[in-house]
């Protein structure tokens, strides 16, 4: 059974720098595109960055501060978070899609159970 497990969520300090990871299970993810979402307290679930074959790709509000990279060997996901600030406060969910498209946003189809990332000011 396909299971996506993130890890290194925790509580920071603005600007401040946290790495996530999502270790993958299941089947071998080195032919899916990886990426992370997030959800804020009252907010929709949104995406942050993805990575495939053909690169990565970024929210706007990320872009420059967030790096994402893998680790296929391992079936791992990482997520390098940099100059947090405190709108980056939510929990992040590592996903998997089985099939490629131009839109990274949405198509995933293995989600994890989430970790939770506080920035403090």
């Known amino acids: 059974q396909e299971q996506l497990v993130e890890s290194g969520g925790g509580l920071v300090q603005a600007g401040g720098s946290l790495r996530l990871s999502c270790a993958a299970s299941g089947r071998t993810f080195s032919n899916y595109r990886m990426g992370w979402f997030r959800q804020a307290p009252g907010k929709e679930r949104e995406f942050v960055a993805g990575?495939?074959?053909?690169?990565?790709y970024y929210a706007d509000s990320v872009k420059g501060r967030f790096t994402i990279s893998r680790d296929n060997a391992k079936n791992t996901v990482f997520l390098q978070m940099n100059s947090l600030k405190l709108e980056d406060t939510a929990v992040y969910y590592c996903?998997?899609?089985?099939?490629?498209?131009?839109?990274?946003?949405?198509?995933?189809?293995?989600w994890g159970q989430g970790t939770q990332v506080t920035v403090s000011s």
């Open positions: 990575i495939d074959w053909s690169g990565t």
């Open positions: 996903v998997a899609a089985r099939r490629f498209s131009m839109d990274w946003t949405h198509g995933y189809d293995y």
